[in-house]
Nanobody
Framework: QVQLVESGGGLVQPGGSLRLSCEASGSIFGIYEMGWYRQAVGQQRELVARISSGGSPVYADSPKGRFTISRDNGKNTAYLQMNNVKSEDTGVYYC?????????WGKGTLVTVSS
């Protein structure tokens, strides 16, 4: 089993920055991908960014150029640095981990972009 715990969400003004963290624990070894997804009210969950074990990132179009995903394999932790946030970035951000043909989700952390 794998457990994911997100942190770092909160209220931020438009144009501001926020850093999310996701710490994974449990049966984690070998190659695994980590990612961030978000879900706004009334909308489906969508990919924000994901990163391979080797550190190669993939971004959705909306956050590209503003968000940076990274990971520390020694700490089993992924990060999402959010810069120049916009109101449309508001939502619950979920951490995702894919390993050995299974995937796991965290409980989410709320990000609210508002003045």
């Amino acid at each position: 089993q794998v457990q994911l715990v997100e942190s770092g969400g909160g209220l931020v003004q438009p144009g501001g920055s926020l850093r999310l963290s996701c710490e994974a624990s449990g049966s984690i070894f070998g190659i695994y991908e980590m990612g961030w997804y978000r879900q706004a009210v009334g909308q489906q969950r969508e990919l924000v960014a994901r990163i391979s074990s080797g550190g190669s990132p993939v971004y959705a179009d909306s956050p590209k150029g503003r968000f940076t995903i990274s990971r520390d394999n020694g700490k089993n932790t992924a990060y999402l640095q959010m810069n120049n946030v916009k109101s449309e970035d508001t939502g619950v951000y979920y951490c995702n981990l894919k390993i050995r043909a299974r995937e796991y989700w965290g409980k989410g952390t709320l990000v609210t972009v508002s003045s």
